[in-house]
């Protein structure tokens, strides 16, 4: 990260009001720099177009997972726990005063009021606002595109990965995950990282990043292009679909992932063969599985709006596919290893 001069800052409103005008519709990804205006430094993201194309900002499952992000812990979101309508947004001390059968007469009463089925499940949903940092995962947003392009993997992995694992924090999951890129000790010690008594190397970053560059690199990405190919869909692995599936896997495991497509008809494919998979349960994929892309989506957007407003876009330089490693503001090699 560096800072910048107040001409470097002018230069910087001229090349975005240009670049920004100038959008091309087709599918694009780019690596941004931007100059963040409350730090003073300026840093990469990856942009995307795709989101935008597909207006995935306005699907209500996206929305509700925003809602979430920007939801204080001590606040409770009432909604349909199949489409994810919001109800009611209430504080959670109200709610917690209230008896069990209390709850359950006022998930009663939410269901006549919408017209709802008696079986439709009612979920009463924890704001995190305190939990998604993304501020404070931005710097190493930064570190893990630039470590997943030496590793010659896509860039988009790190950041969307980052923004919901553990976004700006260092934490261990319930299940014994751990680090900014939330890795299993059996994972990381595949891929060469020490975990033991004395050492983890899941809390330093890079070594992090690398696991999980590789994790990607070999096992989620294959096994996505195995199963779309088994049936017999098409797809560019910078498809956002592709993405999406693969990150899933790495949430849920290749195993869980391919018992849920087994369950979704063959005629589903691209982005619908998603949106299938936030309604299918199987085996180990589950609530967590579904929401996983989900999650991932509401945290790009809420990325761009926040860069929208704090950040000022710098340079767009597109990258080379497949990924090799490059460098922001170098001349961009198309050289493949």
Known sequence: MRTYSMTSFVLSLLVAFTLLSAKPAEKTQEIVSIVNMDENYWQSFVYDNQISELRLDTLRKIRFWSTVMSTSEKMVI???AQSRRIFHVLALSDWK??????????????RN???LDSNDRIFATRGKAEFYQFRRAMPGIDRGIEV?????????YAQAILLIESPGNLLRSPVGAMGSFQL????????GLRVDSKVDERKDFDRSAYGASQLIKNICIPYTREMLSQREHSFEENDLFFRLLVLHVYHAGAYNVKNALAQIDSKYEGFELIQQLWETEAKGFRNA????SQVA???????EDLISERCVIYH???????????????ELATAEK
């Not at 005063?97 to 939410?110: A, N, P, V």
């Not at 299993?184 to 891929?191: D, E, F, L, N, P």
């Not at 989506?297 to 990325?303: D, N, R, T, Y």
């Not at 330089?317 to 990924?323: G, N, R």
Request: glycine share 4%; net charge negative; aromatic share 14%.
């Open 78 to 80: 009432l909604n349909h």
């Open 97 to 110: 005063k209230l008896t069990e059968d209390e709850q359950m007469d006022y998930r009663d009463f939410l």
């Open 113 to 115: 009021e919408f017209c």
């Open 148 to 156: 997943f392009l030496d590793n010659g993997v896509d860039p988009w």
């Open 184 to 191: 299993m000790s059996k994972v990381a010690r595949k891929y």
């Open 289 to 292: 599985s579904q929401n996983y």
């Open 297 to 303: 989506l509401a945290g790009l957007i809420k990325l």
């Open 316 to 330: 767009l330089s597109e990258v080379p596919f497949p990924y090799s490693a490059v460098r922001v503001g170098e």
